[in-house]
């Protein structure tokens, strides 16, 4: 089975502008989670998706957005930029069912380093 | 809300030396714990888990006990190797959340 990948793995951004980041989760899994991880907040849960619906959601400002599509595949998007957005963003995906512990076990993508310059 | 604290790191042993990594938490319920292991340039991997009070994840070597009346889940290894060279995160998943909830992670270091 193929795992949780995460394009582009790599963008250079200017303060101001808007980026979108993509995400495929693991055949089957209909839940999708995003983090970001930076040196000096570590590991930030940003929201979860879970069926096309927004199912919880992390501490951060209107400008921090996503989806989530029929086939499970989710974007997140960050508009107007500013240099404190620069960070490793991780999407993670689960089968995200109620019920069994198991069904909420994450598996993490590669993740995409943003630069905002 | 909950939490995680776990050891400051970095840490830096010796080649065959023994390993632990502390962990506390704090949470309402009955959370999930884990481990995960995030070597450079990469995503971060489930090392190993444990969903129940007394229950003992383990994994390559790794193991770490979910003590309830500690609230804690310290993550040992008998030999570390080079290849253990990587940050650990300790975290949890609330009772009724289907987020995780990170420590802010432990550089370890494996010398030769």
């Known amino acids: 089975k193929a795992g949780v990948t995460q394009t582009p793995r790599y963008l250079i951004k200017t303060r101001g502008q808007q980026v979108t980041l993509s995400c495929s989760p693991i055949?089957?899994?209909?839940?999708v989670s995003w983090y970001q991880q930076t040196p000096g907040q570590g590991l930030q849960f940003l929201f979860e998706?879970?069926?096309?619906?927004?199912?919880n959601k992390g501490n951060f400002p209107g400008r921090f957005s996503g989806r989530q599509f029929s086939n499970s595949r989710s974007e997140m998007n960050v508009s107007t930029l500013e240099l404190g957005d620069s960070a490793l963003y991780l999407c993670a995906s689960s089968l995200g069912s109620v019920g069994a512990a198991s069904s909420y076990e994450q598996y993490f993508g590669p993740g995409t380093r943003l630069t905002v310059t | 809300g909950d939490s995680v604290t776990q050891m400051e790191g970095p840490v830096t042993l010796s080649e065959e030396a023994f390993l632990t990594i502390n962990c506390t938490y704090t949470?309402?319920?009955?959370?999930?714990l884990f481990w995960y292991v995030q070597y450079p340039g990469e995503g971060l991997q489930l090392l190993l888990k444990a969903t129940k009070a007394d229950d003992k994840g383990s994994n390559k070597g790794f193991e770490a006990t979910y003590r309830k009346e500690t609230t804690s889940f310290h993550l040992e290894k008998g030999s570390v190797q080079v290849s253990d060279s990587a940050v650990y995160f300790c975290a949890l998943r609330g009772s009724s959340a289907s987020k995780i909830i990170f420590g802010s992670g432990t550089r370890l270091s494996i010398r030769p």
């Open positions: 998706y879970f069926s096309e619906t927004q199912r």
């Open positions: 949470a309402t319920g009955y959370p999930s």
């Open positions: 055949s089957g899994h209909r839940s």
